[in-house]
C-alpha cells in the first residue's frame, strides 16, 4: 500500500477546506432565507406568531422547572440519608 505524499494530503486538504467553504456558504444562505420567510410569517400573522412564541416559551419554562425540581427532590434526599 503507497503512502501519501505531502502533496497529495496537501491537496486533499484544499479540496475539503473548499468543501468546507461551499457548504458553509449554503447553509449561510438556507438560514437567511428561512429568516426572510420567518420575518415574513410574523408581519402578515403576527397573533399567530404570538401565539405560537407563548406556547415554545410555556414549554421552556415548564421543562426548566421540571429540571429544578428534580434537583430539589435529590438533594433533599441526600440531606436525609
Do not use: C, W
Request: without cysteine.
Amino acid at each position: 500500500m503507497k503512502k501519501n505524499s505531502t502533496e497529495d494530503i496537501q491537496k486533499q486538504l484544499l479540496k475539503a477546506r473548499d468543501q468546507l467553504k461551499n457548504e458553509f456558504v449554503k447553509a449561510r444562505t438556507q438560514l437567511q432565507k428561512t429568516e426572510n420567510d420567518l420575518e415574513n410569517y410574523i408581519k402578515k400573522n403576527p397573533k399567530k406568531a404570538a401565539a405560537i412564541a407563548a406556547g415554545i416559551g410555556a414549554v421552556i419554562a415548564t421543562g426548566i422547572n421540571a429540571v429544578i425540581s428534580r434537583r430539589k427532590k435529590r438533594k433533599h434526599k441526600i440531606k436525609k440519608n
